[in-house]
Each structure stands twice: as C-alpha cells, then as structure tokens.
C-alpha cells in the first residue's frame, strides 16, 4: 500500500503562487507515474499535471497554460506542483495520485492510490 498526503495548499491573491508537496510512503519500490488532479465543488475532477517516474516527460491540462511546473525528487518521494499566476478559477481541492506505470496518465481511472487534497483557494 501507498501513502499520499499533499500539503502547501492555502488562500493566495489572484497572481500570486503556491507550490504544492505530495509525500509518498509505504511500497514506493517500483517505478510510478505521478499526477495532480483538482476538484471544485459541485464539479468533476480535472487533469492538471502528471509526471513518469524518471521526470522526463511531463503533461499539463489546458488551462494551465504554462502557468505550472510539476517536478519530482525520487529520492525524498515527494513530487511538487509550483503554481504561478493564479487565478480565481484555480480554486479547489487539490490531490496527488499514483499510478503503477511508466508513462504519463491523464485519466483519473488509471491512478491507483490517493491522497486527501490540499485546499488552494486564489481570491480576486
């Protein structure tokens, strides 16, 4: 079993930035692929980064824009997400997840463990 459990969330104005932590533990001995994902009230969970394991490719939602960098330590099993130039729209619930693969996943179905969230509320 894997342990998430995100941290760095917190209320910021809009263009300002956050840099988010998902600290891994438990079975991290094989090679998994990492993604954030976020949740607005009432609405689905939505894309926003993912990560493979050796950190060479990475993918992004749309809307990001260039606006977030995902990155990992592998040594520390903790992967991050920098946000800048935030928006009032990238208010949610922000989770890290694990997926058992080696390339990048975009999906929520094919992430096989979670963590809680993380709160990022951007005020206008």
């Known amino acids: 079993q894997v342990q998430l459990v995100e941290s760095g969330g917190g209320l910021v104005e809009t263009g300002g930035s956050l840099r988010l932590s998902c600290a891994a533990s438990?079975?991290?001995?094989?090679?998994?692929?990492m993604g954030w994902f976020r949740q607005a009230p009432g609405t689905e969970r939505e894309f926003v980064a993912t990560?493979?394991?050796?950190?060479?490719?990475?993918r992004y939602g749309d809307f990001v824009q260039g606006r977030f960098t995902i990155s990992r330590d592998n040594a520390k099993n903790i992967v991050y997400l920098q946000m800048n130039s935030l928006k009032p729209e990238d208010t949610g619930r922000y989770y890290c997840?694990?997926?058992?693969?080696?390339?990048?996943?975009?999906?929520?179905?094919?992430?096989?463990?979670w963590g809680q969230g993380t709160q990022v509320t951007v005020s206008s």
């Open positions: 438990g079975r991290t001995g094989r090679t998994y692929t």
């Open positions: 990560i493979n394991y050796s950190g060479s490719t990475t």
């Open positions: 997840a694990a997926a058992w693969t080696e390339g990048v996943v975009t999906t929520t179905r094919r992430y096989d463990h």
